[in-house]
């Protein structure tokens, strides 16, 4: 409960300063009516610290008031909201109701350009991650508030984008995903290579029921999704030496005799197997910058061609999958359901 401490210390200390005098309101004013600027000047996008006491943030001057004849759901009173988003960026720390919160964090996750169905499937995937990372914390509820920590980057935006993310979050308020009584795991990616990736098979284990292979018919319709590099046999082996530097390559022998590939019923590359070491499938896409650990290779007259297909790690949410059957006519509801097996819709209200 220490975050929680700190955070209601520092509010008790702002209500119990003492009266200041007129000058020190004129002063207190000016520098509430620069900060946004300032902050916005070495900053950009970061968010500004909540205020106490009604004060108007930058989050509430992006997001609108009641007076300025936007939705209330928006301007909610933090003092009123159940969970609490407590969001650290290079600014501080900003204070949130989650649903405020996921109205910023939606379009730094997807496209705003998808259809409606598809970005509400990603508010609800969203939220279920908040409601996950509160259930791990094994924080109690104080005063009837529950707190949630995150360090993650936000987008405030306007216009019609804006009211793309009103309307997501708002008809979708307060849901999220759980499988036996508990919030899911729910990653999101942006296209496959075809299929989404079974969870037990990835992690090893039987937790991830409800991430089961589903097929993406039409991911193959995104212009993102196949990628191909091209580098030296030195740099290749190079750089399979600093994930394992016991591994070789024997000279004469070709690319597929020195490593041989491991994959997953949806084609991902889950290890890469010599006789002297293994990489894990993940940890050699990052480290050769893949967008995707669904690759093959071959070797051309002493080049190496990597060929890739989809973007992102494959596991449970597809956002281009999502938003192809949403063009098609499923719902929210629908789309979620596809991609997550066996999972019980619930409402934190």
Known sequence: MKKLEIVKNAIRNRRTESKPDYRDVAAVLLFIFLLPYIV????GNAGIEEQEGGEQTEGEAAWGTKESGRTELFWE???KAEFIVCNTTAAGTEMMPLETYLISRLPATIHMEYEMEALKAQAVVLRTEMM???YDSKE???EGKAYIYVESNIVKTDGAAYERCKEAVGS?????LTYEGYPINAPYFAVSAGATRNGNEVFG???YKYLKSVVCERDFTSQDYVHSIRMSRESFLEKMQKLCPEIGWEEGKALEEAFSLNRDRAGYVLE???EKGTIAGEVFRREFSLNSSCFEWQEEGGTIVIKVKGVG???GFCQYGANEAAKKGSDYIDILNYFFSEIVIEKTE
């Open 40 to 43: 916005s000047f070495f900053f």
């Open 77 to 79: 009173d933090i003092g």
């Open 132 to 134: 996950r990372l509160y």
């Open 140 to 142: 109690e509820k104080e």
């Open 172 to 176: 979708t308020r307060g849901i999220y």
């Open 205 to 207: 284990n039987e937790n």
């Open 272 to 274: 890469i197997c010599s």
């Open 313 to 315: 790690h494959g596991l």
